[in-house]
């Protein structure tokens, strides 16, 4: 049987809690004690996060509060938004344009690169925003895995906003896996998405200790998985 996904598993527990309380006191006290999107982007406390995220769902169901646990769902260089299902047509993983090889990236890199072994050398490499974020991938047209590799800064660099997505843990690590197409959108100077975005493929977000690794192409979970795997640091 299929693995339930974390928003299957925060659906069912929000059915079975029923708080005795008033819902509009309820909820202006947890929007009141809620931190701010700007007050909420360290990166460290994965799994506290997540677990106060399942007990906000759970026993919260009206609009503001939702709002205000969008803005303060982060995980890594990454932050996740509730959304609907991601505008028509197929999604396609851009190949990189870049010819670097790794090593030429780990040097420009401000963070340690690495790369899943399992695919070998890349076809494109490519180093960007001053050494923040390496791309590199393999193949091309349907069959492109491309992986971004973002600097841990305490900003948020780029914003998914997905229908559904699953959290698991790959030897030990923490990840987020999108099993279905979304929409992704870089994060601007003033922390906001930027206007224009991309219906983005199956995805794989990976923490590291100085980065957020974003393995993404037509995988399944299990192949996303191995693929995490066989990650290495760049030598």
Do not use: C, I
């Not at 193949?139 to 906003?161: E, F, H, I």
């Not at 393995?215 to 066989?230: K, M, Q, V, W």
């Amino acid at each position: 049987m299929p693995e339930p996904t974390l928003t299957d598993d925060l659906r069912t527990l929000g059915r079975a809690a029923q708080p005795d309380v008033d819902p509009d006191l309820f909820t202006a006290r947890v929007v009141g004690g809620l931190p701010s999107a700007a007050a909420s982007r360290p990166r460290t406390g994965r799994r506290v996060a997540l677990a106060a995220l399942a007990v906000l769902v759970a026993l919260v169901a009206t609009p503001p509060v939702r709002a205000t646990v969008a803005e303060w769902f982060g995980f890594g260089a990454v932050r996740v938004e509730p959304g609907g299902p991601p505008p028509p047509g197929e999604p396609e993983v851009p190949p990189v344009d870049g010819g670097l090889s790794l090593a030429d990236a780990a040097a420009l890199a401000d963070f340690e690169v690495v790369a899943p072994t399992a695919l070998g050398d890349p076809d494109g490499v490519a180093v960007a925003d001053d050494g923040n974020r390496v791309s590199m991938s393999w193949g091309s047209g349907d069959g492109t895995v491309r992986v971004d590799q973002l600097a841990g800064t305490p900003d948020y660099a780029m914003v998914k906003t997905a229908p559904r997505l699953r959290f698991a843990t790959v030897d030990g690590r923490d990840v987020l896996w999108f099993p279905t197409a979304h929409r992704v959108a870089l994060v601007d100077e003033d922390g906001d998405p930027a206007a224009a975005f991309w219906v983005a493929d199956r995805t794989m977000l990976v923490p590291l200790p100085d980065s957020t690794l974003r393995l993404e192409g037509p995988l399944t979970y299990a192949e996303a998985a191995d693929l995490a795997r066989s990650l290495r640091p760049v030598r």
